[in-house]
């Protein structure tokens, strides 16, 4: 067992695909009108297009994804005009967290940590 995909439920699908594509530096796996798939390091990304019973925003859990600069990447992500939700924070043991908000209230954090090794990650 282990964590193999996090959702993220969108208005707009087309306008998602676009932001992850390109926040994340890859293209879809798999892209069909009720679900959009990334593999990111291994792991999924999926974008479900929102509704009464999957609406958008924050829902309570966090998701954080692997990267090996965490400075680089949340400079990378301003200069796009990527709102900064959480702005980057050494929690101990040289980890760093920071998150962002997507296009549609959601957020999606990011995690630099030394302990584990990333095989895939944007910087």
């Known amino acids: 067992m282990g964590l193999r995909t996090i959702n993220y439920n969108v208005p707009d699908l087309e306008q998602a695909k676009r932001w992850y594509s390109d926040v994340f530096r890859r293209t879809p796996y798999f892209d069909e009108p009720f679900y959009v798939g990334y593999d990111v390091g291994g792991y999924e990304l999926g974008l479900h297009p929102a509704d009464d019973e999957h609406p958008v925003g924050a829902g309570g859990c966090l ?36 998150s962002v908000k997507d296009p549609f209230g959601n957020i999606v954090g990011f995690i630099e940590n030394p302990h584990f090794t990333l095989p895939d990650t944007p910087a």
Not at 73 to 82: C, V
């Open 63 to 98: 998701a954080y994804w692997g990267v090996a600069d965490l400075a680089a990447t949340m400079s990378w992500l301003q200069e796009r005009g990527i709102v900064v939700h959480a702005a980057p924070q050494d929690v101990g043991g040289g980890i760093k967290v920071a």
